[in-house]
């Protein structure tokens, strides 16, 4: 796909793309983003983390837009002031959360303000912990956390029982749910409406940006559905080629400093 005449505005995943594989916002993504706020091209991120998981970037980035966590499940302010969210109906979060420890994964809950496990020594959590900024709460089970569920999370780090338990995930809830893969190793299920492609429509609307003037940059599945809402895709180089399959470009991997030279290359020529 050719570059758009013009771009408005460019919506980057964080994770895997934004910030390199130890979690750091380099100096030149900074700067990157510092020289789209100086040729009128506004920046917007968006998420699997939870906002306030987004925090640390907020000042460095001089974002002002509106900041998408849970894969759009909750849009907040800049100063983290929450403007809407959606919530899984309970049964569906009941049936999810069931068929993901039926495939033997680990299950995360997000529900308001906590993030909730069973075992805080179990897999990624740690990092997890270290990368949100935040600690999760223990729970015994999940039964009394129904309610107000934004997100929940199938964790394993066998990456095809993540895949295997996607599909079906897909086939049992897919109509009133949105189940895709944020990372190899995480599969998160949010409300029907809380996708990356609902994301750049929502920014669309809200910032009067036509979707043919959005670009989009992301490395994973779940970021496929920004790239077919938005005029032109970049695909980082450590996605997928299924991912790269679908990017109107491909730039360098995110410890090559490929966002940085995503945003030179293709969007500020």
């Not at 000042?59 to 403007?83: K, W």
């Not at 005029?231 to 990017?247: L, T, W, Y």
Request: one cysteine or more; glycine letters at 6%; proline letters at 5%.
């Amino acid at each position: 796909m050719k570059r758009p005449s013009t771009i408005s505005l460019l919506l980057a995943d964080v994770d895997g793309t934004l910030v390199t594989h130890n979690k750091v916002l380099t100096e030149r993504a900074r700067r990157a983003v510092a020289r789209l706020r100086e040729t009128g091209i506004r920046f917007a991120i968006t998420s699997g983390r939870p906002p306030k998981g987004m925090a640390v970037l907020i000042e460095p980035l001089r974002i002002e837009t509106p900041i998408a966590g849970f894969n759009g499940g909750q849009f907040v302010h800049p100063d983290l002031s929450i403007i809407e969210e959606k919530t899984l109906p309970t049964d569906v979060a009941a049936r999810a959360i069931d068929l993901i420890l039926g495939h033997g994964l680990d299950v995360w809950v997000y529900a308001g303000d906590d993030w909730l496990v069973r075992d805080a020594s179990a897999p990624h959590v740690d990092r997890e912990a270290w990368t949100v900024k935040f600690p999760p709460k223990v729970v015994q089970d999940f039964n009394v956390v129904k309610n107000n569920v934004v997100k929940i999370v199938g964790v394993s780090d066998d990456q095809r029982l993540v895949e295997r338990c996607e599909a079906e995930a897909k086939d049992s809830i897919g109509e009133r749910a949105t189940a895709a893969r944020s990372q190899p190793y995480y599969l998160d299920v949010t409300h029907h409406d809380a996708n990356k492609g609902f994301v750049a429509d929502y920014l669309s609307r809200t910032l009067a940006i036509p979707r043919a003037e959005i670009a989009t940059i992301g490395d994973q599945p779940n970021d496929v559905l920004m790239f077919r809402r938005s005029g032109f895709s970049i695909a980082m180089g450590n996605a997928s080629d299924e991912v790269k399959r679908q990017a109107s470009a491909v730039t360098e991997s995110y410890d090559q400093e490929g966002f940085a030279l995503a945003v030179e290359r293709f969007i500020l020529n």
